[in-house]
């Protein structure tokens, strides 16, 4: 690799030019080994963040990040591989039923999660309301569990895409967090590292989400979708509504709850038809894999009548099906003992509940999601900092969504905390945060658009 002047190749994007691979490479090499100043890949990501990268550069940007650490590699295990990543929202608690549902079809599904930050939970949080659930596995602990359950669920080594680590902690302090090529090769980055071959992307639109409005979602998840093609990727998203949470449940172990409802056939029909939704897409997913490259590790060669039979049977699998049946309910246990948790053991409550109800009749118009999820973490549900404990129990329960009649003084929404002088805060952050109407509203369907599929 050439070594090339800072300065220069923040002056190239600062005139709106083009970089040229080598210029990206060193960049980001240069800065993930501490050769390049804090204040210059800040002043390139401002001028990226102002005058964007074309998807030659963007595709080169990824692949240097992706490259500043290790890549892992399932191809040794004899199945397809899908995951999915949603950019994140309250109550989204869709992973914990589909990672074992799409599992129990024969795909492995290795999914790296995080913790929540601010108002939006994170399913490793959630998870570690399991008694003995434990996220950190070492890579080959990664590797034996997806070739014995098919599924995992933890948290991303330190190795994976480091050079992500210091530019997001970097794009946090210099405003250049909301910048579509930055998230988007942020995102892919750590993804396409994790060794998946298929991706579907669950991208985030409304009030509780990073990406408030449909065009600019619809731009990401575009975006998103091509570094996954170029990088050999099979790469959909689905953009869906995230104005209002997703299900009855915000907080960790209450969506824990909410999430076995769906697995033992059950739940709220949003959160039901989500899972479904992207379960497909992570079977379409897998065949396209199956038939574009074979198995390889199974020994099933593309365009052989195994390889035929297998993907037909992925197409047509039925999810609804292994919901009703217990078939990922069986994959969920055998999850969840793989990371020493127990099943069955009885999940957290909260030591006080207090409820807000309705103060009028007729229906429920709006139920924004941002202040809901404010309230479950104020509630002690999420953090304000890393380094801060959450409460398994904490979290809000709705008892209502958009649509649905009610009457004054009926139950809204019950908040759930150990600790009771955190109510007032909440309840502040409800304020303004729904609407009750004479005449019934129309109703956001929960998925909104759908790319690349
Ligand atoms: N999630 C990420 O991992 N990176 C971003 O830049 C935004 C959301």
Not at 11 to 17: A, Q
Not at 116 to 143: C, F, V
Not at 177 to 206: N, Q, R, W
Not at 285 to 314: D, K, Y
């Amino acid at each position: 690799m050439g070594t090339f002047d800072a300065v220069d190749v923040i002056g190239v994007k600062r005139d709106h030019g083009v970089l040229s691979p080598e210029q990206i490479d060193w960049m980001i090499g240069a800065y993930t080994a501490g050769e390049v100043a804090e204040e210059q890949m800040s002043a390139l990501l401002m001028a990226i963040f102002l005058n964007g990268m074309d998807r030659a550069e963007l595709n080169r940007w990824t692949g240097a990040m992706i490259a500043s650490g290790e890549r892992l590699d399932y191809t040794g295990l004899g199945r397809p591989t899908a995951d999915k990543h949603s950019t994140g929202g309250v109550g989204d608690k869709i992973t914990l039923a589909l990672t074992p549902l799409v599992a129990s079809f024969g795909v492995a599904v290795p999914q790296l999660s995080g913790r929540g930050l601010g108002h939006t939970g994170g399913t490793l949080d959630k998870l570690e309301s399991i008694p003995g659930w434990r996220a950190e596995l070492t890579n080959q602990q990664m590797y034996d569990q997806l070739s014995s359950v098919g599924a995992v669920i933890c948290q991303a080594g330190a190795g994976l895409a480091p050079a992500d680590r210091k530019l997001y902690a970097l794009r946090d302090v210099t405003g250049t967090v909301a910048s579509i090529p930055l998230i988007a090769s942020s995102i892919m980055s750590k993804k396409i590292a994790e060794g998946t071959s298929g991706l579907v992307l669950d991208v985030k639109c409304g009030s509780g989400a990073f990406m408030t409005d449909i065009d600019r979602a619809r731009q990401l998840a575009q975006t998103m979708v091509e570094i996954g093609a170029d990088h050999d990727v099979v790469t959909t998203a689905v953009i869906t509504d995230m104005s209002t949470p997703l299900g009855m449940a915000a907080g960790n172990a209450l969506e824990v709850r909410e999430a076995l409802e769906v697995l033992a056939g059950g739940g709220p029909p949003d959160v039901v038809e989500l899972t479904i939704v992207l379960a497909r897409q992570m079977l379409a997913s897998a065949a396209a894999q199956v038939e574009v490259r074979g198995v390889p590790g199974a020994g099933i060669t593309p365009g052989s009548p195994q390889a035929v039979r297998r993907a037909r049977e992925l197409r047509d699998a039925d999810p609804e099906q292994a919901l009703r049946d217990g078939t990922a309910m069986d994959r969920w246990g055998d999850l969840i003992r793989a990371q020493g948790g127990d099943p069955v053991a009885p999940l957290p409550w909260a030591r006080h509940t207090t409820d807000v109800v309705a103060d009028a009749d007729g229906y429920l118009a709006t139920l924004s999601a941002l202040p809901v999820g404010v309230a479950a973490w104020r509630l002690g549900a999420g953090r304000a900092r890393r380094e801060d404990a959450v409460q398994a129990g904490a979290g809000m329960v709705l008892h209502a969504k958009i649509g649905d009649q009610v009457r004054r003084g009926q139950p809204l929404m019950t908040l759930h905390t150990d600790t009771p002088e955190r109510f007032n805060r909440a309840i502040e952050a409800l304020d303004g945060g729904w609407t009750i109407t004479a005449e019934p509203p129309e109703v956001s369907p929960v998925v909104l658009d759908t790319i690349g599929a």
